[in-house]
């Protein structure tokens, strides 16, 4: 598709449990976002991606939190042993990604809704 | 730091009427800014953004956003509000600076009713 897709977009889990999120960016799109959304906290950032590396990690919330990017396209976000916390809707986020991927418009997916029992 | 406060919670407007959303934001460099709408069970479409070309930005379905400096502020307006424009709506602020990641920093949200 022409858009940012992304799975499951519900997942519902028992507490502890690990998940995987998947994000499939816009093709050629080498920026790489992905945001949690939650009625606490807003919109935060999370991870950024330049290809297959994350120069930027300072959004992930605990080291239970982890992100790979692998062929410079596809992103998976993994949680492990999930808290009732992690309850939230995670969305990924695209763009072309240059030098100033400050003014480049970020292209967002659907998101996954994660509910942790 | 840079940092995005979106006055109003919840804006309600009759259909027709003025649309105006209020966003002011920090920044330490005159920044980048964006405004996004939400539709329920849906991720953020771009309406407009600011990138320090003109200050009077037009975006998409009558929304356009002045910047201002000198009030660090990024209003976003709509002269006559339709049923259809409901939604949550975020403003949004990245670091202009060379070498930027361009990782955005929203405001909480406003959500706009619209009544008939």
């Known amino acids: 598709g022409a858009g940012v897709s992304q799975s499951p977009s519900n997942k519902v889990t028992e507490k502890g449990k690990d998940v995987e999120l998947r994000c499939d960016p816009i093709?050629?799109?080498?920026?790489l976002y992905w945001y949690r959304q939650s009625l606490g906290q807003g919109l935060e950032f999370l991870i950024y991606?330049?290809?297959?590396?994350?120069?930027?990690k300072s959004g992930l919330p605990s080291d239970r939190f982890s992100a790979e990017r692998t062929g410079g396209s596809v992103s998976t976000l993994t949680i492990q042993r999930t808290q009732q916390e992690d309850s939230a809707v995670y969305l990924c986020?695209?763009?072309?990604?240059?030098?100033?991927?400050?003014?480049?418009?970020?292209?967002f997916g659907d998101g996954t809704r994660l509910s942790i029992l | 730091a840079q940092s995005v406060t979106q006055l109003g919670s919840h804006v309600s407007v009759s259909e027709g009427a003025l649309v105006l959303l209020r966003c002011n934001y920090s920044s330490s460099v005159p920044p980048y800014l964006f405004w996004y709408v939400q539709y329920p069970n849906q991720g953020l479409q771009l309406l407009l953004k600011y990138t320090s070309a003109a200050t009077l930005v037009k975006g998409i379905n009558g929304f356009e956003a002045e910047f201002k400096k000198s009030e660090t502020s990024f209003h976003l307006t709509k002269p006559s509000a339709h049923m259809s424009d409901a939604a949550e709506y975020f403003c949004a602020v990245s670091d202009s600076r060379a070498g930027n990641t361009g990782k955005l920093i929203f405001g909480q949200g406003t959500t706009l009713q619209v009544k008939p």
């Open positions: 986020a695209s763009s072309q990604g240059d030098r100033q991927n400050g003014n480049q418009p970020q292209h």
């Open positions: 991606f330049q290809g297959n590396s994350a120069p930027d």
């Open positions: 093709s050629g799109h080498t920026a």
